[in-house]
């Protein structure tokens, strides 16, 4: 499915995402570890165990890269030149091994370009929710979408 170009983006819309993901201990260790991210809760079981979470929690940045992620089949494969910035980061509750991720987008804010005139900017909410409806990220993002032809 391609991405929307700016034109296909309306203030308002909502985009439910199709495509969840489970997230497994190789994810979030590799990625802790790649990112030199030592910290005790992502990668130490015996450590986790003792804290309020019981259990080692997946690193956040990755749930944020992994609800960008699954946005995009619906809204900017192919069709967008960089995203700009991240605003409002939140975390309200932690992902475990195991976790299923689904994501939610809405179009906030769009605009045309001032200096590029074969492009838009957009301001998109996104979500990151458990199938629960537990909400585990909501951030936003500014995204350069590229016009149709």
Request: aromatic residues 8%.
């Amino acid at each position: 499915m391609p991405g929307k170009y700016f034109e296909d983006l309306m203030v308002g819309q909502k985009i439910v995402h199709a495509n969840g993901r489970t997230l497994t201990e190789m994810d979030n260790v590799l990625f802790s570890m790649l990112t030199m991210n030592s910290q005790p809760l992502h990668c130490n079981e015996d450590f986790a165990a003792r804290t309020q979470f019981g259990q080692r929690i997946v690193n956040g940045i990755f749930i944020l890269g992994l609800v960008v992620g699954l946005t995009v089949p619906e809204l900017t494969e192919g069709t967008i030149v960089a995203t700009l910035g991240y605003d409002r980061v939140v975390s309200p509750n932690p992902t475990f091994h195991g976790d299923t991720i689904y994501a939610e987008s809405e179009v906030l804010e769009k605009r045309d370009s001032r200096s590029r005139p074969e492009v838009g900017i957009v301001r998109l909410k996104h979500w990151g929710r458990k199938p629960d409806a537990t909400l585990v990220i909501e951030f936003e993002r500014s995204v350069m979408f590229l016009k149709k032809a």
